[in-house]
């Protein structure tokens, strides 16, 4: 792992998404920006002392120097945005697998390299767009593009949250250099949580975004990225969107949606409620689709190779995470041992995904930024 020291928020995550299936196990890290801090950081998490690195390029080349045997297999980067392409091109170059947070990197540019040295390489890239990773975004892509409600002609997707309301970058680790545009990247709520919000739009659809028409704020006082994002959305076979990604809206929490409406019915799915799929149609009652090992008889395959529990039992964030990782660790496992993995174990966000996103984040803030408005999505 790189990143996720003492006070990080995201790195935790991982060690117990990871952890979850007894298929991954954290043999070393450089844990923290400071190397004493990373020190500590894996002494806290039982790591032998030679496992634990001052930073990122000296665990490569120590890895590396390891008995195939004994080495780590793939690197987590779970630092600030600005520091995923350095450490993601030196596992890479240096012949290591590679989970990635999101946004990828900081341009388009990254993301280009990253996508070319993961071809050359023939190496594993995930990116995690954590909600991709829930049973019920699962099963809803597969009606969605499986024809069940006719021609896809409107999705409505958004993501408010309230805790960026006030200026908490002053004395917030974790606001702090997300509003910084030298360690965020050129966007703020567009790129920590819009960028999720475009993943999953076109992940449920299958559908690809052509256009945007965007409009960016900076709605609190002296901050220099976006805090509020509005973006209307048109996609490849002519359906309608609007995007809409805020980090003050005052007394939301993590209220990711997502609406899909077809000619013949949609889809309703909401992170607060993620056990529950609501499912529409022109000419009959609204259905309730619950999560659950035991509803095998009208759940989707793939929905149901990513649930864990009878229904009833709550599943939830860290459980979409491990998705990522189980799914990840067994097509990487496949691989080692020469095989192919299934298919369904390749369903996790790939270094593509990434450089979607990024070139998603750069063309709405040109339209932003453009009279014209409508730019294209390349
Ligand atoms: P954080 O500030 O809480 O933690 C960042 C950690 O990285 C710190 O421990 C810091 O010391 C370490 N670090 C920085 N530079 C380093 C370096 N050169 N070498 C080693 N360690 C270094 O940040 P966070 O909130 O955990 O976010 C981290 C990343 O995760 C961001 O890219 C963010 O966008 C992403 N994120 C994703 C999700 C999701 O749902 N997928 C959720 C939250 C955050």
Redesign the pocket.
């Known amino acids: 792992m ?4 003492i ?5 935790e995550v991982h060690r117990k998404a990871a952890a979850l299936d007894g298929q991954i196990e954290l043999v070393c890290g ?5 190397p004493e ?2 020190k500590e950081a894996g002494k806290g998490l039982f790591l032998p002392d030679n496992r634990v690195y001052g ?2 390029d000296e665990m490569f080349a120590k890895e590396k120097a390891l008995p195939e045997e004994e080495r780590m297999n793939f690197v987590s980067i ?4 600005h ?2 392409f350095p450490v993601a091109k030196a596992a890479l170059e240096n012949g290591f697998h590679v989970v990635c ?3 990828m990197t900081i341009n388009t540019q990254e993301a280009k390299d990253l996508v070319s040295l993961v071809e050359m390489t023939g190496l594993q890239f995930a990116l ?3 909600y991709t990773g829930y049973p019920m975004v699962k099963q809803a892509r597969h009606m969605a593009t499986g024809g069940e409600f006719g021609k896809i002609r409107k999705i409505i997707v958004s993501y408010p949250q309230g805790w960026l309301s006030t200026r908490l970058e002053t004395d917030n ?2 606001a702090s ?1 997300r509003t910084d545009p030298k360690k965020a990247g050129p966007a703020g709520a567009l790129g ?1 949580i819009g960028s ?1 919000a475009e993943n999953l739009a076109e992940y449920i659809t299958g559908l690809r975004i052509t256009e945007v028409c965007a409009d960016l704020s900076s709605l609190v006082e002296g901050r220099a990225l976006d805090d509020d994002a509005n973006v209307l959305l048109r996609f490849d076979n002519g359906a309608r969107g609007i995007l809409h990604a805020s980090q003050i809206c005052a007394g939301e929490e993590n209220a990711l949606r997502i609406f899909v409406y077809g000619e013949k019915g949609g889809i309703e799915w909401h992170q607060h409620e993620p056990n529950t799929l609501l499912v529409k149609h022109l000419d009959r009652p609204v259905e309730i689709y619950r999560t659950g090992v035991d509803h095998g008889s009208y759940l989707c395959d793939t929905a149901m190779h990513n649930t864990r529990v009878p229904s009833g039992h709550p599943e939830g964030y860290v459980e979409a995470f491990a998705n990522i990782y189980r799914n990840f660790a067994h097509a990487l496992g496949s691989r080692l041992q020469g095989e192919e993995p299934n298919p369904e174990n390749l369903d996790y966000p790939t270094v593509q995904d990434g450089l979607r996103g990024m070139s998603f984040i750069e063309t709405v803030i040109a339209s932003s930024k453009s009279d014209r408005k409508w730019t294209r999505f390349e």
Do not use: M
């Open positions: 790189v990143g996720g020291g006070g990080a928020f995201i790195g450089a844990f923290d920006i400071v801090k990373s930073t990122y779970v630092t600030p945005n520091v995923h947070e999101k946004p995690t767009h954590t680790q974790q250099w920590d999720h």
